[in-house]
């Protein structure tokens, strides 16, 4: 079965323009991450979304940072005024939750690069 | 707030040696789970961990949990080239989320 999407896979822009990054998860998922991993770093946590619940938005870095998820599928992370320093891969992830034992089902990730 | 260290941060091995990574956690854990991230790719899910003590094996891959649910391990026996990669632990302390680990990036020499 198709695994969690993400687009663009590659994206490039200014200093100071907005991005868009989308993560499509697997089908019937219910939970989904986004996570953000500097070059050769960890993962570092951002957003969480499970079901119709508030979001947890514990690990957005500013408020220049901002995610939706529409319709329980579909995700969008908006990163307003880019900053050089928020060039990174940009990790969606997906799970069958909200049960602590569902794994994590990662995409291949949105490599920002911020000119 | 929750943290979650590894060490050590690099290990280059002689393929056939054996491998360990250590995972300590600042609070104790509902559960913990481990990926593994290939160089250029995303991670993968490879096993979680439940009870405290609890020990799985998945062939050359031994994963244990502490008694005190707060730290875990990984070793791998007789490292092949194949190993390589960044292995992450990810601990799951009720708030919903999962904290990953700070990583340990595995090179093994042929």
């Known amino acids: 079965g198709a695994g969690v999407s993400q687009s663009p896979s590659n994206k490039v822009t200014e200093k100071g323009k907005d991005v868009e990054l989308r993560c499509d998860p697997i089908?019937?998922?219910?939970?989904l991450y986004w996570y953000r991993q500097s070059l050769g770093q960890g993962l570092e946590f951002l957003i969480y979304f499970q079901g119709n619940s508030a979001p947890d938005k514990s690990g957005l870095p500013s408020d220049r940072f901002s995610a939706e998820r529409t319709g329980g599928s579909v995700s969008t992370l908006t990163i307003q005024r880019t900053q050089q320093e928020d060039s990174a891969v940009y990790l969606c992830?997906?799970?069958?939750?909200?049960?602590?034992?569902?794994?994590?089902?990662f995409g291949n990730g949105t490599r920002l690069t911020v000119t | 707030g929750q943290q979650v260290m590894q060490i050590p941060q690099y290990q280059h091995v002689q393929e056939g040696e054996d491998f360990t990574t250590y995972c300590n956690s600042s609070t104790t854990l509902s559960n913990i789970q481990w990926y593994k991230q290939r160089p250029g790719g995303h991670p993968v899910f490879l096993i979680q961990?439940?009870?405290?003590?609890e020990v799985k094996k998945q062939k050359r891959l031994t994963f244990q949990f502490g008694e005190a649910k707060k730290n875990s391990s990984l070793h791998i026996t007789a490292t092949q080239t194949t190993d390589v990669g960044t292995y992450f632990c990810a601990g799951f302390s009720g708030t919903y989320k999962y904290i990953f680990g700070t990583g340990t990036r595995l090179k093994v020499l042929a």
């Open positions: 992830a997906s799970s069958s939750g909200p049960s602590y034992n569902s794994p994590l089902h």
């Open positions: 961990l439940v009870k405290s003590g």
């Open positions: 089908s019937g998922h219910t939970a």
